[in-house]
Protein backbone atom coordinates (compact mmCIF):
# COMPACT_ATOMS: atom_id res chain seq x y z
CA UNK A 1 0.00 0.00 0.00
CA UNK A 2 1.45 2.95 -0.89
CA UNK A 3 -1.32 5.67 -0.61
CA UNK A 4 -1.52 4.79 3.38
CA UNK A 5 1.54 7.29 4.17
CA UNK A 6 0.19 10.09 2.35
CA UNK A 7 -3.86 9.19 3.45
CA UNK A 8 -1.90 9.58 6.96
CA UNK A 9 -0.35 12.56 6.22
CA UNK A 10 -3.18 14.42 4.64
CA UNK A 11 -5.13 13.50 8.01
CA UNK A 12 -3.06 14.69 10.51
CA UNK A 13 -2.23 18.03 8.60
CA UNK A 14 -6.06 18.24 8.27
CA UNK A 15 -6.08 17.63 12.25
CA UNK A 16 -3.74 19.45 12.86
CA UNK A 17 -5.29 22.56 11.50
CA UNK A 18 -8.79 21.58 13.26
CA UNK A 19 -6.88 21.71 16.35
CA UNK A 20 -5.05 25.64 16.27
CA UNK A 21 -8.36 26.91 14.29
CA UNK A 22 -10.24 26.33 17.95
CA UNK A 23 -7.48 27.27 19.99
CA UNK A 24 -8.00 30.36 18.40
CA UNK A 25 -11.48 30.64 18.79
CA UNK A 26 -10.96 29.83 22.18
CA UNK A 27 -8.14 31.92 23.15
CA UNK A 28 -9.27 35.02 21.68
CA UNK A 29 -11.94 37.12 23.76
CA UNK A 30 -14.99 38.51 21.94
CA UNK A 31 -15.65 41.98 23.95
CA UNK A 32 -19.32 42.56 21.48
CA UNK A 33 -20.39 39.57 22.45
CA UNK A 34 -18.85 40.16 25.92
CA UNK A 35 -21.16 43.42 26.61
CA UNK A 36 -24.20 42.03 24.81
CA UNK A 37 -23.68 39.28 27.68
CA UNK A 38 -23.13 41.54 30.52
CA UNK A 39 -26.36 43.82 29.57
CA UNK A 40 -28.34 40.75 29.20
CA UNK A 41 -27.55 39.62 33.18
CA UNK A 42 -24.85 41.73 35.28
CA UNK A 43 -27.16 44.84 34.01
CA UNK A 44 -30.05 43.09 35.82
CA UNK A 45 -29.08 43.96 38.65
CA UNK A 46 -26.10 46.48 39.02
CA UNK A 47 -28.18 49.17 37.59
CA UNK A 48 -29.03 52.80 39.10
CA UNK A 49 -31.34 51.69 41.87
CA UNK A 50 -31.17 48.10 41.15
CA UNK A 51 -30.23 45.00 43.57
CA UNK A 52 -26.98 45.94 43.49
CA UNK A 53 -24.84 49.18 43.06
CA UNK A 54 -24.03 50.48 39.53
CA UNK A 55 -21.33 48.87 37.40
CA UNK A 56 -19.94 49.80 34.41
CA UNK A 57 -16.74 49.73 32.47
CA UNK A 58 -15.77 52.81 33.76
CA UNK A 59 -15.83 51.93 37.77
CA UNK A 60 -13.14 50.26 38.28
CA UNK A 61 -9.56 50.63 36.42
CA UNK A 62 -8.20 47.87 34.18
CA UNK A 63 -6.45 46.68 37.61
CA UNK A 64 -9.15 46.64 39.63
CA UNK A 65 -11.86 44.79 37.07
CA UNK A 66 -8.30 42.38 36.58
CA UNK A 67 -8.71 41.81 40.26
CA UNK A 68 -11.88 40.95 40.69
CA UNK A 69 -12.05 38.36 37.83
CA UNK A 70 -8.62 36.66 39.07
CA UNK A 71 -10.79 36.71 42.48
CA UNK A 72 -12.79 33.35 41.98
CA UNK A 73 -14.92 33.49 45.26
CA UNK A 74 -16.19 37.12 44.02
CA UNK A 75 -17.09 36.42 40.40
CA UNK A 76 -18.17 33.10 40.99
CA UNK A 77 -20.88 34.46 43.65
CA UNK A 78 -22.46 36.55 40.79
CA UNK A 79 -22.52 33.77 38.50
CA UNK A 80 -24.86 31.72 40.61
CA UNK A 81 -26.27 35.44 41.48
CA UNK A 82 -27.16 35.09 37.34
CA UNK A 83 -27.93 31.70 37.03
CA UNK A 84 -30.68 31.98 40.32
CA UNK A 85 -31.97 35.61 38.76
CA UNK A 86 -32.41 34.49 35.15
CA UNK A 87 -31.68 30.98 34.58
CA UNK A 88 -28.41 31.88 32.27
CA UNK A 89 -25.90 29.57 32.84
CA UNK A 90 -22.22 31.45 31.92
CA UNK A 91 -19.44 29.86 30.79
CA UNK A 92 -15.85 30.35 31.44
CA UNK A 93 -16.02 31.58 27.72
CA UNK A 94 -18.34 34.53 28.74
CA UNK A 95 -17.06 35.45 31.56
CA UNK A 96 -13.51 35.44 29.68
CA UNK A 97 -15.95 38.42 27.28
CA UNK A 98 -17.36 40.01 29.87
CA UNK A 99 -14.23 40.56 31.37
CA UNK A 100 -12.42 41.55 28.11
CA UNK A 101 -15.10 44.15 27.64
CA UNK A 102 -14.97 45.74 31.08
CA UNK A 103 -10.93 45.58 31.18
CA UNK A 104 -11.09 47.42 27.37
CA UNK A 105 -13.54 49.89 28.66
CA UNK A 106 -12.01 50.81 31.74
CA UNK A 107 -11.97 53.68 33.44
CA UNK A 108 -8.08 54.57 32.81
CA UNK A 109 -8.82 52.38 29.00
CA UNK A 110 -8.90 54.53 25.79
CA UNK A 111 -11.95 54.36 25.38
CA UNK A 112 -14.39 54.51 29.12
CA UNK A 113 -17.63 53.01 28.74
CA UNK A 114 -20.91 53.82 30.39
CA UNK A 115 -22.71 50.91 29.41
CA UNK A 116 -25.25 52.88 27.60
CA UNK A 117 -26.66 54.87 30.17
C1 LIG B 1 -29.14 38.92 41.03
C2 LIG B 1 -28.40 40.15 41.12
C3 LIG B 1 -26.98 40.21 40.56
C4 LIG B 1 -26.56 39.87 39.30
C5 LIG B 1 -27.40 39.34 38.13
C6 LIG B 1 -25.12 40.15 39.26
N1 LIG B 1 -24.71 40.64 40.47
FE1 LIG B 1 -22.84 41.30 40.93
N2 LIG B 1 -23.42 41.65 42.85
C7 LIG B 1 -24.71 41.48 43.33
C8 LIG B 1 -24.72 41.81 44.75
C9 LIG B 1 -25.95 41.74 45.64
C10 LIG B 1 -23.38 42.17 45.09
C11 LIG B 1 -22.82 42.60 46.46
C12 LIG B 1 -23.32 43.94 46.87
C13 LIG B 1 -22.87 45.07 45.96
O1 LIG B 1 -21.69 45.13 45.60
O2 LIG B 1 -23.72 45.89 45.58
C14 LIG B 1 -22.61 42.08 43.86
C15 LIG B 1 -21.27 42.40 43.77
C16 LIG B 1 -20.53 42.41 42.60
C17 LIG B 1 -19.18 42.87 42.47
C18 LIG B 1 -18.32 43.44 43.55
C19 LIG B 1 -18.52 44.93 43.54
C20 LIG B 1 -17.35 45.64 44.10
O3 LIG B 1 -17.18 46.81 43.73
O4 LIG B 1 -16.59 45.05 44.88
C21 LIG B 1 -18.83 42.71 41.17
C22 LIG B 1 -17.50 43.06 40.52
C23 LIG B 1 -19.95 42.14 40.49
N3 LIG B 1 -20.98 41.98 41.38
C24 LIG B 1 -19.96 41.81 39.17
C25 LIG B 1 -21.01 41.20 38.52
C26 LIG B 1 -20.92 40.71 37.18
C27 LIG B 1 -19.68 40.79 36.29
C28 LIG B 1 -22.14 40.16 36.90
C29 LIG B 1 -22.57 39.48 35.61
C30 LIG B 1 -21.77 38.34 35.21
C31 LIG B 1 -22.99 40.34 38.07
N4 LIG B 1 -22.25 40.95 39.03
C32 LIG B 1 -24.31 39.94 38.15
C33 LIG B 1 -25.82 41.10 42.61
C34 LIG B 1 -25.82 40.68 41.30
Redesign the pocket.
Known amino acids: MKTKPFVVGVLFLASLALATTTAWAGKRPNPYRGKS??KA??K???VEGG???N?APL??TQAQWKR?FDNAK??G???E??E???GTK?SEED?RN?SFF?ISHAADSDQPETCGE
Open positions: VYTCLCHEAKLSKLKIACVRVKKCLLIL
